[in-house]
């Protein structure tokens, strides 16, 4: 089916361990982003792309890294981890249009860090 | 800055009842859209309606309202009918000015919705 994969799904790590998260879609979409999820806070932007090769900074970039060498992905790098970033991931991606930009979120990734 | 308020962490409402879920945004810009999305205990997000700034008429998508009062910056989300099904958290985003051409999301806090049988 058509949409946005994140892998993995569920990951554990321990402090200062590195991790790349990934980010694929097939809708040849050109604008990409990570977003996490805390209790309480919403959905906060990490990093967006908007468009391949290109990446910039949103409201929460500390501690991470983006890469988007293709425009079908999109990864977010943690170089050391730190409790602070356990969270829920999502990554989305959206198409230029009038109007309305559609989005599709992918399912998340649920990390822990211990 | 741009900024979403949702004031309601949660809210109840009894089976095949009306609820109002409220959102107030802060935008400078002129043109610009207003979304809501729900996110089920599975934690997917599901896209359910969208008003833009500039549409005269509020949406509606099925069960699914927006009541749109532009000069309140308000953009409430009205679910007729409540369905056992429609517990969940609710998330009002608000997308950057079109001309900046980012396409950013910005998202307010939740609001945790529970029918009631």
């Known amino acids: 089916n058509a949409g946005v994969t994140q892998t993995p799904k569920f990951r554990v790590l321990k402090t200062g361990q590195s991790m790349t998260l990934l980010c694929a879609q097939d809708m040849n979409h050109e604008y990409m982003y990570w977003y996490r999820q805390d209790p309480g806070m919403g959905l906060r932007l990490i990093h967006y792309s908007v468009g391949e090769g290109t990446t910039a900074k949103g409201e929460v970039p500390d501690g991470y890294n983006v890469s988007r060498l293709k425009k079908q992905n999109f990864l977010l790098g943690l170089e050391s981890a730190a409790p602070s970033q356990t969270s829920v991931y999502f990554c989305?991606?959206?198409?230029?249009?009038?109007?309305?930009?559609?989005?599709?979120f992918g399912s998340g990734t649920r990390l822990t860090v211990v | 800055a741009q900024k979403i308020t949702q004031t309601q962490p949660g809210m109840f409402v009894q089976e095949k009842e009306a609820v109002t879920l409220d959102c107030t945004y802060d935008?400078?810009?002129?043109?610009?859209?207003l979304f809501w999305y729900k996110q089920p205990s599975s934690g997917e997000m599901i896209f359910l309606i969208y008003q833009g700034s500039y549409d005269e008429q509020n949406a509606t998508e099925g069960r699914y309202s927006l009541n749109f009062q532009k000069a309140r910056k308000s953009a409430n989300l009205v679910i007729s009918a409540s369905q056992l099904g429609d517990s969940a958290m609710y998330f009002c985003?608000?997308?950057?000015?079109?001309?900046?051409?980012?396409?950013?999301?910005?998202f307010g806090q939740g609001t945790t919705l529970q029918v009631k049988p």
């Open positions: 985003a608000m997308r950057e000015k079109y001309s900046g051409n980012t396409g950013k999301l910005i």
């Open positions: 935008t400078s810009d002129q043109s610009y859209g």
């Open positions: 989305a991606s959206s198409y230029i249009g009038r109007g309305l930009y559609g989005y599709t």
